[in-house]
Nanobody, 124 residues
Framework: QVQLVESGGGSVQAGGSLRLSCAAS?????????MAWFRQAPGKEREAVAT???????SYTDSAKGRFTISKDNAKNTLYLQMNSLKPEDTAMYYC???WGNGCSQLADDFGFWGQGTQVTVSS
């Protein structure tokens, strides 16, 4: 009863910006403990980019700090990832994920609900 739908991906040149959105259709009474953006490049492991806890606190992977901002509009049940100063190494499929239960995590295996992904391609 949880559906996550990402949008906003695309192709940009290095230095450009994109804003990803994740619309959540949720039929569970309590909000998720944690939502996150992950990304996966071809041949690489899926890695956490940014997390958003239910208390509003956030965390970022080192490569995202200072360039990406995760936010959530509770009224719209939508998670965002604003990505600025994009680099070719940011090219990947980006996924939205949610977990219930306690706490937050940067481990993909801890998240039980995933969107279908949106492709981000950054050219040099």
């Amino acid at each position: 009863q949880v559906q996550l739908v990402e949008s906003g991906g695309g192709s940009v040149q290095a230095g450009g910006s994109l804003r990803l959105s994740c619309a959540a259709s949720v039929y569970i009474s309590r909000p998720p403990a944690c939502m996150a953006w992950f990304r996966q490049a071809p041949g690489k492991e899926r890695e956490a980019v940014a997390t958003f806890r239910s208390d509003g606190s956030t965390s970022y992977t080192d490569s995202a700090k200072g360039r990406f901002t995760i936010s959530k509009d509770n009224a719209k049940n939508t998670l965002y990832l604003q990505m600025n100063s994009l680099k070719p190494e940011d090219t990947a499929m980006y996924y939205c994920a949610a977990k219930w239960g306690n706490g937050c995590s940067q481990l993909a295996d801890d998240f039980g609900f995933w969107g279908q992904g949106t492709q981000v391609t950054v050219s040099s």
